[in-house]
């Protein structure tokens, strides 16, 4: 092999609107050349374009291709760009958001791909955000309680409508052809994979988490028997399949690959990951206590522990689920920068927007400016953070947002602080669970693309009352991908010492006002009494119910 000083990876970064590819130098994680292909058909959440149907109330769909095109087009603009030869390109990886599924033939191909199934929305990837399946969800989880499942404690004794199960079960009772004519029940993460390397590998991370295998096993058959007759068999016929290690060769790189991308046939795919946690190694915070949180549409909080716990509401505990060999936490908060482009798109008045555009900033800015201007506490508000209902710690995603405090004075700026705020009150939710579960948060380091805009990250100080380090890449899920790559491709013995070498944090960081933390201390004490009584009085679900029921014409 090379100098390590010429040798490159890619890492490819798939969110929820777009992928990036990253060029990596090996030696020391320099980032040479991004770039970015924004998904043609975005997320599907109101019309199927296939048909034209108008798709039911919390759907989130995407297509396949699009996946694809990412590949063919992000990865021969960086090596264009950075002009460098191809062949000193040793390896690559990707992760994506999770859980993202789809139903495939036993060749790997889409069932949204075949003319048949081209019209049924149920055939089409169902993103992360999909979250139509909470019943099923619900059954799951009150089912695994009665019968005592021991899995259950390892999800903080709830299961989500994000994850495969639930949507597999929504799949199976609301088009069971489509359920009879898919092969395999694939996370996108281990689809694209296979588009690489035309290796199907199931990632330990996705697996863990999202597929509830725990300590070598999924579910029995009996547990889902016991959900419906005609689930007995999910596993076995549509899910199980070789599991894949973090960091792990996956396999080399297909001719047809290599034809869409550029890259040389045969070099290292490694296995797939999910764009939080690969961000672990991105920011070198490996270490028990380093809470990482990447923060975008949604916020995912992972944290590696050596020690086993029960933490309420958390999305899994997971062996290898980070690192290979230790155990790794996931929590998260389904709605941040979703419920801030919210606002700023639906409720910022024109003249606002106007002024924004006359002082050359976005719209978000401007009014991260106003609100920078009045002491805490001043706007009289306080809201919950669950426009995209509520991941952790409550794990229902049937409950809605809230803004309590409002009055004819009320600015725009003051509400977007009110929401600001509480997506940090969510975050101190999660971390106050874990602390109290014997899972000590001792250091908060952010990534994502929140982190560009400083009037949040300082509220987050302030609310968490500690220390918010910055990852020192813009480009966090991307450089883990790399690293990952690097590992896959023989560079590094492991993630733990290629993240080392290649990631970091930066040397910036938002230090806590302590006049401020003492408000926010009492405005988070109405957060938690408004999180504790909505969260289980079940008037957002009923509010959830009566509109379901008006949207789909009383049926």
């Known amino acids: ?34 770039a970015v292909f924004e998904y043609p058909h975005a997320v599907i959440e109101e019309v199927l374009p296939t048909s034209g149907a108008k798709l039911p109330p919390d759907w989130a769909l995407q297509v396949p291709s699009d996946f694809v095109d990412v590949l063919k087009k992000t990865v021969p603009e960086v090596l264009k760009t950075s002009g460098i030869n191809p062949a000193q390109v040793i390896g690559i990886a990707t992760d994506f958001t999770a859980c993202t599924v789809l139903p495939v033939k036993e060749d790997g191909t889409p069932l949204s791909e075949l003319a048949e ?81 035309g290796k199907y590998v199931r990632n330990i991370c996705t697996a863990g988490y999202k597929g509830m295998l725990q300590d070598g096993a999924y579910p029995s058959r009996e547990y889902l028997a016991a959900l419906n007759p005609k689930f007995e068999n999910f596993i076995s016929e549509k899910l199980e399949h070789e599991i894949g290690q973090l960091g792990a060769l996956a396999g080399t790189l297909t001719a047809e690959a290599a034809s869409w991308t550029g890259l040389p046939e045969g070099i290292a795919v490694a296995v797939g990951n999910v764009d939080a946690h690969v961000t672990s ?77 006359s002082v050359g900033v976005d719209i ?68 106050q669970t874990f602390n109290e579960s014997g899972v000590p948060v001792k250091e908060f380091i952010a990534a994502g693309g929140l982190i560009k805009n400083s009037f949040v990250m300082q509220i987050y100080a302030d609310v968490l009352n500690m220390p918010i380090t910055i990852i020192a890449s813009a480009q966090g899920p991307a450089l883990g991908s790399a690293i990952h790559a690097a590992v896959a491709a023989g560079a590094y013995p492991d993630v733990v010492t290629a993240g080392a070498a290649m990631g970091g944090v930066a040397q910036e960081s938002y230090q806590p006002n302590a006049a401020n933390a003492k408000v926010y201390d009492q405005l988070y004490r109405h957060y938690n009494e408004l999180y504790e009584d909505f969260g289980h009085n079940g008037a957002m679900h009923s509010l959830r119910a009566i509109r379901d029921r008006a949207l789909l014409g009383g049926a």
């Not at 009665?146 to 004794?157: C, D, T």
């Not at 409002?406 to 600001?420: D, H």
Request: net charge negative; hydrophobic share 45%.
């Open 117 to 197: 199934f081209s019209k049924n929305p149920h055939a089409f990837v169902k993103l992360w955000k999909h979250h139509a399946a909470q019943p099923h969800a619900d059954r799951i989880t009150d089912l695994a309680h009665s019968r005592k499942e021991p899995w259950i404690a390892r999800y903080g004794g709830k299961i989500s409508s994000e994850w495969e199960f639930a949507k597999a079960l929504q799949l199976l009772e609301e088009a069971p052809e489509i359920y009879s004519a898919m092969d395999k029940w694939v996370e996108a993460a281990d689809w694209i994979i296979w588009q690489l390397c």
């Open 1 to 34: 092999m090379p100098s390590s000083d010429e040798i490159y990876v890619i890492g490819v970064d798939y969110g929820t609107l777009s992928g990036r590819a990253l060029l990596v130098r090996v030696s020391d994680g320099a980032e040479i050349a991004t």
């Open 281 to 357: 190694a991105a920011a070198n915070a490996v270490n028990p206590g380093q809470m990482v949180a990447i923060m975008g549409t949604s916020t995912c909080h992972v944290m590696v522990s050596e020690k086993f716990a029960e933490v309420p509401g958390m999305c899994g505990v997971v062996d290898g689920g980070i690192i290979s060999g230790k155990l790794g936490y996931e929590a998260g908060q389904s709605g941040v920068g979703d419920i801030f482009g919210w606002f700023a798109n639906n409720y910022a008045p024109a003249t606002y927007t106007a002024a924004a555009q």
């Open 364 to 431: 978000h800015t401007y009014l991260s400016q106003l609100a920078s201007k009045q002491p805490v506490g001043a706007h009289g508000l306080v809201a919950l953070d669950w426009q995209s209902g509520n991941r952790s710690t409550l794990v229902d995603h049937q409950l809605s947002g809230l803004i309590v405090g409002m009055t004819l004075a009320t600015k725009p700026e003051e509400i977007y602080r009110a929401i600001v705020e509480s997506t940090a009150y969510g975050a101190r939710k999660i971390v």
